[in-house]
């Protein structure tokens, strides 16, 4: 990845004669003390100590460059970044692209690039770039959610009654997600992986996909032009689900190897004002083309999601949004099929991969952003809450702007569960006890709080 990114920060810094050229950046400072020692995390990591006691501690210095001429616009964003957690220090290329006109109905952008559509609010369904959660998890700015990849992305504006613009983004190998898969700051000790252990099963280290030209990744969004007040879009990708998802068993050795499955995804949104507000729709088709029936246990089932969101100033200074996100797996039945082989064989044969996933799921999430001072503090609420996982994720924010150039922000991050997910007596009688087996509830221990300090230059 570091090779790839330094031959096309190469290319473009050759790209564009010297016309107009902008530095900017800041340097900022994160704590994120957890709230209690995870026990899980060490033994995860090894390490004689009862838990990690931050989620990050980190000093970062992040370069923008912006470069124009008559040909296009070269844009170079860098972050240099001492972790003080793992002690390293890193150079990370977050973006690094070049953008221009080819012909008058179409522009180019290519290298490495942040990429994002829909309209769900810190929700993703067609969305299916990749995302970085340990950052956003970590409390780190809400910019480092969306993690960069490389991409050859074209603007297409044909003279059309129905069609505004069709954007097509070409990434030439798979990318996928920075989470407590790739990175450890969190634990989450799956239960599938924890049983197979027990039985003698072990997992190895997520399979690569191989970058060769079959593995590229392509998303579409033709965006139509407005009606009625709204603005309505439909999407397409062909390439991989974003986690390791999939388990490839080899019987001689008994070691599963988990690997990234094929993933089509097919969908749309709308979006305009209404009820006082701003109203959005979105849905989509997640067709798992290795396991298009379900019936294999070992992949993930095909699903349909949707979300609906609702916008509005309650007063000058008080925003609010509604938002609900559902998950329909399909072929439920199957899934509940193989649990039923599994309890019937004793505990030998494989659980499905979605065992401890409900047909369906339903999130909802509120936020709350109320500016004060002249708008230089902001008080934010955001929270997601699952009635049927049972479980949250609250995450508070106080962001103080004491200059335009100095601003402090303390950000929550609290997880947690309730109910019959939460009750220890219920989880003890579990086919696998001691585990909060929700995507929220899994990290209870992980609760941490961060403090950042950013000086903009």
Same mark, same amino acid.
């Given at each position: 990845?570091?090779?790839?990114? $330094?031959?096309? @920060?190469?290319?473009? &810094?050759?790209?564009?004669?010297?016309?107009? /050229?902008?530095? *900017?950046?800041? !340097?900022?400072?994160?704590?994120?003390?957890?709230?209690?020692?995870?026990?899980?995390?060490?033994?995860?990591?090894?390490?004689?100590?009862?838990?990690?006691?931050?989620?990050?501690?980190?000093?970062?210095?992040?370069?923008?460059?912006?470069?124009?001429?008559?040909?296009?616009?070269?844009?170079?964003?860098?972050?240099?970044?001492?972790?003080?957690?793992?002690?390293?220090?890193?150079?990370?290329?977050?973006?690094?692209?070049?953008?221009?006109?080819?012909?008058?109905?179409?522009?180019?952008?290519?290298?490495?690039?942040?990429?994002?559509?829909?309209?769900?609010?810190?929700?993703?369904?067609?969305?299916?770039?990749?995302?970085?959660?340990?950052?956003?998890?970590?409390?780190?700015?809400?910019?480092?959610?969306?993690?960069? $990849?490389?991409? @050859?992305?074209?603007? &297409?504006?044909?003279?059309?009654?129905?069609? /505004?613009?069709? *954007?097509?983004? !070409?990434?030439?190998?798979?990318?996928?997600?920075?989470?407590?898969?790739?990175?450890?700051?969190?634990?989450?000790?799956?239960?599938?992986?924890?049983?197979?252990?027990?039985?003698?099963?072990?997992?190895?280290?997520?399979?690569?996909?191989?970058?060769?030209?079959?593995?590229?990744?392509?998303?579409?969004?033709?965006?139509?032009?407005?009606?009625?007040?709204?603005?309505?879009?439909?999407?397409?990708?062909?390439?991989?689900?974003?986690?390791?998802?999939?388990?490839?068993?080899?019987?001689?050795s008994n070691v599963m190897t988990p690997y990234f499955s094929k993933l089509q995804v097919y969908g749309a949104s709308t979006r305009g004002a209404a009820l006082g507000g701003v109203l959005s729709f979105e849905g989509g088709y997640y067709r798992s083309v290795d396991d298009l029936d379900g019936i294999n246990p070992l992949v993930p089932n095909s699903s349909l999601r949707y979300l609906a969101l609702y916008e509005k100033s309650l007063a000058p200074t008080l925003d609010m949004g509604i938002q609900y996100y559902g998950e329909a797996l399909q072929n439920f039945e199957n899934i509940d099929n193989n649990v039923s082989s599994f309890l019937q064989s004793g505990g030998l044969a494989p659980l499905d991969v979605e065992t401890f996933k409900d047909e369906f799921r339903h999130l909802l999430t509120l936020r709350l952003t109320k500016k004060m001072l002249n708008e230089t503090l902001w008080l934010t609420w955001f929270n997601y809450f699952s009635p049927s996982d049972q479980d949250f994720y609250l995450r508070p924010s106080i962001q103080y702007k004491y200059s335009d150039q100095v601003s402090l922000t303390v950000t929550g991050n609290i997880f947690g569960a309730y109910g019959d997910n939460n009750d220890e007596a219920n989880r003890k009688a579990n086919l696998l006890p001691d585990y909060r087996n929700t995507m929220f509830g899994q990290f209870s221990d992980d609760r941490n709080i961060n403090f950042t300090a950013r000086y903009i230059f």
């Open positions: 990845m570091r090779t790839t990114t $330094s031959v096309i @920060l190469g290319l473009l &810094l050759m790209a564009v004669p010297v016309f107009s /050229q902008e530095w *900017n950046g800041f !340097v900022e400072f994160g704590y994120a003390p957890k709230l209690q020692k995870n026990a899980s995390l060490a033994a995860m990591m090894g390490l004689s100590s009862d838990g990690q006691y931050y989620a990050i501690g980190e000093q970062r210095v992040q370069l923008k460059f912006e470069h124009f001429s008559d040909e296009g616009e070269l844009f170079l964003k860098m972050d240099f970044l001492r972790d003080n957690v793992f002690d390293k220090t890193d150079l990370l290329v977050r973006e690094a692209y070049f953008t221009t006109t080819l012909v008058d109905w179409m522009d180019l952008k290519i290298g490495r690039q942040i990429q994002t559509w829909g309209v769900g609010d810190l929700m993703f369904i067609n969305d299916v770039f990749p995302k970085d959660w340990i950052s956003f998890f970590s409390g780190r700015q809400d910019e480092y959610l969306k993690a960069p $990849s490389n991409a @050859l992305r074209f603007g &297409l504006y044909p003279e059309n009654p129905l069609v /505004q613009a069709l *954007n097509i983004s !070409v990434m030439p190998f798979s990318e996928s997600d920075i989470n407590v898969m790739t990175e450890g700051r969190f634990a989450s000790i799956d239960p599938l992986y924890s049983f197979m252990a027990n039985q003698g099963i072990f997992f190895g280290p997520a399979a690569r996909t191989s970058r060769e030209p079959e593995n590229f990744e392509i998303a579409m969004r033709v965006q139509l032009k407005s009606f009625g007040g709204f603005t309505t879009s439909l999407y397409g990708y062909k390439g991989r689900w974003n986690n390791p998802y999939a388990i490839r068993p080899d019987n001689a």
